[in-house]
């Protein structure tokens, strides 16, 4: 049933897919151009345009769709990667899977009608029910994303101050075309539209706080006369932890559960509400009671921003679809004033419009799946499922979160924002379930839970959405605060805590990386970079200029775990730890002093390290002992490490190179013995001291960030002599029994059909030629063109997939290859040994 169900699914998906963007688009009137969302008649000629964006830059990589659905519901091939596009992968790469998707939900009254829209339709999971979908954009192009990519490397020409990446998708519930919006027999007819818009916007970053989750803005907009009552949104999420190569298909044995406070950090404000919904595999995927192979450990939760004004009401409702417990939920037992009301005769998945905003807007906080077989009775719930064991020993997961009362006024607009997150290791013990959890009592083995990864994701969302502390607006509200007796400056100290309504979108930045250029030679590549803009980087969230140093990085592919530190750079400072007599220990709450500052305070012979924990410095009544920051690798005069290409320039903004670049700031690192001919990545990072005082810890701009490909080959055409070619090709012959993937040289990871990762490299190239492979007959097997910027990593070299043109495997045999281009042409051979 499971199978089956998957199956029918993705097959449903994959053709509505299929059909929305084989069809040719027609021309756009002005009419359409305009975008004025109107109710379509039950027969058009208009598509709706679905496309998606993939949220890669930090670990945790997913899809969006545009039309509300976050996850890779239709199946979409991520162009960049040409493979299937990311599902809730995390960590990046690893194809461990953290859901199958999450649909938005709006409902409310109009007039006296019950109304609620839906991204994805609870229906689309069973055969016999059509695909509904009552969110759709616009025609083509003006249903597209736009794109908002701000370039990593902010400085030079984007806002480095809100986030890295930023897809804005638009769409109503007003399509009303059948073949998509179909008939609703639950309802007895055609989708009755909110008439809503929704602008949707999705966030995500790189940084080491901010990479694990992403931040989606949606804005409800009314376009109609009328006003829409009571409105709630809800969130249904269709969860899934495993790894995607299991097969047939994943195992089905996670659970649900909400976090709906913590207390705060502070005790004089109580509990903070976190309202996260969450799904996690039973037990990680433990084998022989260890952590081996590809555990699933970690959680994904998904949580309120904000909400709009007077939205009190938090429903977190889950369900069951298993073969033997179809439909079955945990329910409130009902009373006179509040009756148990069943959807068609089922306790869960709700169907029609009725039903779905009865769950979104009935008060209820189901109890987690752990709890499933306990007997909740005499809490006022109905008895546990006959196989309630069977449940809470996993199943596939299927919950709405839902958040309102509100209303949206006649061309009005309300806000909601969401953070989809993941939360590391929350199974701490790989033996806990099986050695400890018990049905009737599963608190022993759920205090093994960790959720404080999740739980800190949630925060810093929050922090990133809304500064605490900051006027964004500028009318002098900086958000809520309180006074917190601090005991050792003996006074209150006003603690912002929450920001000030206002979106920021803003967090702490490590400096940005610096754009690199690589140069190259037999066996060593050179790369240099210029550090005036980096090193003068203001961080907007710490309000200090924070760069410590620079990181250099090579890879033999893009992978984050194939990328090796090679060398660092970072300015001589120290931390300096002052010993809180009350609470008896060293706190850091100031930021790092250069050398030159605590021989100021210190003397002109002051050696900081020589005072430490055991040994401290007593002056004036206080205590400090003094660590470095970082390693101290601060000599810039080896040329075999990080170095200044420039080593007597001044810092003067007149001393410039002929490129205009400034002489100081100018570094170099050379990295030699490689060899010519595997492809390397290398990288520049720059890394700041975080900022103790708000208990940011270093950050590191991501290595994968301004990682340039390159061959450490002759460059510029050196290989050209008198205007003639010089190319050659390798490996030559290629032999499939060479076990190349075997010796690392190409599918590294083992991630593609055997047939569509083969290599054959051409080398000692101009920057632009065309490149031909023929057959001993003449005829013509594959073509493409070789254009790269002069003097780049790639250049002098092109690869070969052995692919013909007609997209088929090449077979084995000689051929012929030649290359064109303004110096000539040159001819040669190649032979493939299969």
Not at 289 to 294: E, F
Not at 348 to 356: E, I, L, T, V
Not at 691 to 702: D, T, V
Not at 737 to 748: C, I, K, L, P, V
Request: aromatic share 16%.
């Amino acid at each position: 049933m499971r199978a089956r169900h998957l199956l029918i699914l993705t097959g449903f998906a994959l053709g509505l897919f299929s059909i929305i963007t084989a069809q040719t688009q027609e021309p756009i009137s002005e009419e359409q151009a305009a975008f004025k969302p109107r109710a379509m008649p039950k027969a058009t000629s208009e598509t709706p345009y679905i496309s998606s964006r993939v949220h890669r830059n930090g670990r945790f990589w997913n899809t969006i769709h545009n039309d509300g659905i976050f996850g890779n519901y239709f199946g979409s091939i991520d162009e960049e990667l040409g493979r299937t596009a990311p599902n809730h992968y995390f960590p990046r790469y690893s194809r461990i899977r953290h859901g199958f998707y999450t649909g938005l939900w709006v409902g409310g009254i109009v007039d006296l009608d019950t109304l609620v829209s839906t991204s994805v339709n609870i229906g689309n999971f069973y055969w016999w029910e059509p695909f509904q979908s009552e969110f759709w954009p616009d025609v083509y192009p003006y249903g597209d994303f736009t794109d908002k990519v701000r370039e990593i490397n902010g400085i030079f020409g984007a806002d480095p101050s809100k986030t890295e990446v930023i897809y804005e998708a638009v769409y109503t519930d007003t399509f009303q075309y059948e073949d998509f919006v179909p008939y609703n027999s639950y309802d007895q007819r055609y989708h009755k539209p909110l008439n809503l818009k929704v602008v949707q916007n999705s966030y995500s970053w790189s940084y080491q706080y901010s990479e694990d989750f992403v931040i989606i803005d949606y804005k409800l907009v009314n376009l109609g006369p009328k006003r829409i009552t009571n409105a709630f949104v809800g969130f249904y999420h269709v969860g899934a932890n495993h790894y995607t190569s299991e097969l047939p298909y994943p195992m089905m044995d996670d659970l649900e559960g909400y976090i709906d406070s913590i207390p705060f950090e502070f005790e004089e404000l109580g509990n903070i509400p976190m309202n996260i919904s969450w799904t996690c595999d039973k037990d990680g995927h433990p084998i022989g009671g260890s952590w081996i192979l590809v555990p699933t450990r970690n959680v994904f939760g998904i949580a309120p921003l904000a909400l709009p004004e007077g939205a009190d009401i938090r429903n977190f409702n889950w369900w069951i679809d298993e073969w033997n417990t179809a439909d079955w939920a945990p329910r409130k037992r009902g009373t006179l004033e509040d009756p148990l009301r069943l959807f068609y005769g089922n306790l869960g998945r709700p169907a029609g419009d009725k039903s779905k905003y009865y769950m979104m807007s009935h008060p209820e906080v189901d109890y987690c799946g752990y709890e499933a077989a306990r007997d909740h009775s005499n809490e006022g719930w109905l008895e546990p499922h006959e196989y309630a064991e069977d449940i809470a020993n996993g199943h596939a997961t299927h919950y709405l979160t839902s958040f309102g009362p509100f209303n949206i006024e006649p061309y009005g607009t309300q806000s909601v924002t969401m953070v989809f997150s993941i939360g590391e290791n929350i199974h701490t013990n790989p033996t806990a379930y099986r050695d400890i959890f018990s049905f009737e009592n599963p608190y022993p083995f759920m205090d093994y839970l960790d959720f404080s990864d999740l739980i800190d994701n949630v925060h810093w969302a929050k922090r990133i959405y809304d500064n605490p502390g900051v006027d964004t607006d500028g009318d002098g509200d900086s958000g809520k605060y309180f006074w917190h007796y601090d005991e050792e400056v003996g006074e209150s100290l006003q603690v912002f805590y929450e920001g000030d309504g206002v979106p920021d979108f803003q967090g702490a930045t490590p400096p940005p990386p610096p754009p690199i250029r690589v140069s190259a030679e037999e066996g060593k590549i050179t790369i240099r970079w210029n550090g005036y803009d980096i090193e003068r980087y203001f961080d907007t969230f710490s309000l200090i200029r924070d760069f410590e140093g620079y990181r250099v990085y090579l890879a033999l592919s893009e992978d984050e775990f194939d990328i090796s530190l090679l060398a660092t750079y970072d300015r001589e400072d120290y931390n300096r730890y002052v010993w809180d007599k009350k609470r008896l220990v060293y706190n850091l709450l100031e930021v790092p002093f250069a050398l030159d500052s605590l021989r100021g305070l210190y003397g002109e012979d002051f050696e900081p390290l020589e005072y430490t924990r055991v040994d401290p410095l007593y002056d004036n009544g206080s205590v400090y002992f003094f660590t470095k920051v970082d390693y101290n690798t601060s000599d810039l005069s080896d040329p075999h490490g990080i170095h200044k290409l420039y080593p007597d320039a001044i810092p003067d903004t007149s001393d410039v190179d002929e490129e205009g670049r400034i002489r100081y700031y100018e570094y170099e690192y050379v990295i030699k013995n490689l060899l010519p001919t595997v492809p390397y990545w290398v990288s520049v990072t720059s890394f700041d001291f975080g900022y103790p005082a708000k208990s940011l810890e270093s950050m590191e701009s991501s290595p994968q960030a301004n990682m340039v490909k390159v061959f450490a080959l002759d460059q510029y055409g050196t290989g050209l002599e008198d205007n003639k070619l010089n190319v050659y090709c390798y490996p030559n012959p290629y032999r499939v029994d060479a076990s190349y993937t075997a010796r690392g040289f190409e599918n590294r990871f083992n991630d593609l059909a055997t047939d569509r990762a083969r290599n054959i490299y051409f080398a000692n190239l101009p920057n632009k030629c065309t490149i031909s492979i023929y057959s001993l007959d003449g005829d013509l097997v594959r073509r493409f063109e070789h254009d790269e910027p002069f003097g780049s990593g790639e250049s002098s070299v092109a690869r070969y997939d052995l692919i013909t043109r007609n997209t088929q495997a090449i077979v084995s045999g000689l051929y012929y290859w030649v290359v064109e281009s303004e110096y000539g042409n040159q001819i040669g051979k190649l032979v493939i040994i299969k």
